[in-house]
């Protein structure tokens, strides 16, 4: 799925306006889908407080509160105090609702919140248009807004935010429990610093012009279902294990070596043909017994000495491999001298970052740094947005695949494009959900997915089996381990 600009969501609103619906309909067409979606997931809501603005968006509002009275909901719909100029489409819709003697019309000022549990209140104040900080009795009014304590629902962007980049410092931002967008997610919904203030996002299909969104140039996407099921490929029955690569998962260090073992899991279970494990012999008797499937070589007795070579194969590098002098060695000996694209992960990162050695790293290659690895590599950012930019820059200059993890993980191409990842949870957020990853990486490349795609579907995958994972376990007590162990059910998801 695409990401446009603000900019571009204009142009592809005119865009579908000048195929033939006119503007009022357009939005007639988005307050309905925000209305039917409202009808289903709030059916026992006894009122809704809608909050409208003087353009577009509060022209949402004013049309959702007919629809929902329609509904037979009970509805009170608040405007600014000041009076200022409608957008001619919100004035019609206005004067819609003014018809109707069910509907009560009052100013922002006017509201008092009362004791009604079971109520919900909807935010149609601004949409992607904002391009200022809020201010005045705007600022005051969401920030009361925000004091209450009942669900809040925000059209197409809670107000505050701005669609394609930072909020100010000490911003006042709605804080919504669910966004209903239209037709494209923004950008600002996938940063932490703005994302937390969307709740769950629904993505409502307002039929713009298909022909314009298919024509639009962007660099930013959004990992969807239907991009994933083009990516994946079903086992063929006439194959054998050499079809389906050998991967090497070097890693481990004493105290360590559960870090590598779940790479190595999380390669079988992602279709590794052959899978070997290159760490320390301590990790030898552990590595064997809990991953009987894996071939073991041993590299030093502590740390890792050397890097064996073995032809085409594909090596997942850095899961618990310690920073002693030998395994720095074995690192920098091995880059060298192998030109094949590899994945890169939590110490091989470290020991590059401490040495300024990212110039190492084969072109194509991968690597999966958190915001602190990334910063140690690259140097320090103020916030997500500009972290991303410099790995766009970074990805384009060293000719590399950077999988920035976060809540949101991005896979930065290359040619600089930006694929943000949406399933997985915070579940996750457990010391070792990174080594499964990187086994994840490791087998999808030596299955020769392209590397663009692997990191895609890698990603998407290791997110779609935390999520089933946090569905059996709790985001509480689930375990990395058990994301290896769901990795079974999201393939048989993608085969049914």
Sequence with gaps: MKILTAQQIKECDSATIEKGIS?????????????????INFNRIDKFFIFCGNGNNGGDGFAIARLLYEKSFDVEVFIDDDNRQFSPDAEINLKRIKQIKGIEVKKFSDFIYESISNSVIIDAVFGYGLNRKLSGKIKDLIEKLNEVNIQKISIDMPTGLFADKIIYEDSTVFKADFTLTFQFYKRSFLHPETGEFCGKIKVLDIGLDKDFIGKIETEYFVIDGILIRNIYRPREEFTNKGTFGKSILVGGSYGKIGAIMMSTLSALRTGSGLTFTIAPECGNFILQSQAPEAMFMSSGEKYLEKIETIEKAVYGIGPGFGKENKTQKALFYFLKSHKDPVVLD?????????????????????????????????????????RLELARKKAEELQIFIVLKDHRTAIITPDKKVFYNITGNSGMAKGGSGDVLTGI??????????????????????GKAGDFASQEFSKEAMLPTDLINKLGDVFKYLSS
């Excluded at 988005?30 to 979606?37: E, G, I, L, N, V």
Aim: proline letters at 4%; a negative charge; hydrophobic letters at 45%.
């Design 441 to 462: 990486l490791t087998a999808l490349i030596s299955q020769k997915y392209d590397i663009e795609k692997a990191c895609i579907f890698g990603v998407w995958l290791h």
């Design 346 to 386: 939590a110490d091989a990162l470290n020991i590059l970052a401490e040495n300024d050695k990212a110039d190492l790293i084969p072109k194509n290659s991968v690597i999966t740094p958190h915001p602190l690895e990334f910063e140690r590599l690259f140097g320090k950012t103020e916030n997500s947005f500009e």
């Design 23 to 39: 503007s009022i309909n357009l939005m007639e067409r988005a307050a309905r889908s925000c209305a039917d979606w409202i009808e």
